[in-house]
């Protein structure tokens, strides 16, 4: 049950407070928060004022701005991708010649148990493998740097698409081999 509103209160003949409710309080409580109370149509409507809208026009420059040439690539530059360029083809040319061992190993595998010697033999070179293959991905990250920084600069980066473009095919080629042999390997 709700209690009244305690407006006043007085003390019993045996010391005791009693307090009494007092319903004058409760009637202008009311009256007060009546007040707060309004009509719907009342409230500022929230639509766009004159004073918010956009005013004015967008003028352009009717001359047209020079087109910006992508500067050639630097002697450095040009240096710099045929370093790349020889890393990824000499890590794609080790792979290669070591790829027919970890062939035989592999096919030697094949029939054998999981955790066999010769199962073991064959996870070491596909090991080696991979690690191989690494270093050749290893100037394809710099290649992308080297892109992305070429883009930002706005210099010419044919040069850089180029080595890239030939570095992927070799990582590509390496990583179709490494896909079959890992086939043929028992699970």
Not at 71 to 77: G, H, T
Request: overall charge negative.
């Amino acid at each position: 049950m709700l209690q009244p509103l305690v407006c006043s209160a007085r003390r019993a003949k045996d010391g005791a407070m009693i307090q009494r409710p007092t319903y004058p309080c409760l009637l202008v409580l009311a009256t007060i928060l009546s007040g707060c109370a309004s009509a719907g149509d009342k409230y500022p409507s929230l639509a766009i004022r004159d004073a918010e809208r956009v005013t004015g026009t967008f003028e352009t420059d009717t001359a047209i701005a020079p087109v910006a040439v992508p500067v050639p690539a630097s002697a450095d530059l040009v240096q710099r991708l045929a370093r790349l360029r020889a890393d990824a083809t000499k890590a794609h040319d080790d792979f290669m010649q070591a790829a027919p061992r970890a062939t035989s190993l592999v096919n030697a595998a094949r029939g054998a148990a999981v955790a066999s010697d010769s199962w073991a033999s064959a996870q070491v070179a596909l090991a080696d493998l991979d690690s191989m293959r690494s270093l050749a991905a290893v100037p394809l990250g710099d290649l992308d740097l080297l892109h992305s920084d070429a883009a930002v600069s706005f210099e010419s980066s044919g040069a850089i698409t180029d080595t890239r473009a030939e570095v992927i095919a070799l990582v590509s080629e390496l990583d179709a081999v490494l896909n079959q042999l890992r086939a043929k390997m028992p699970a």
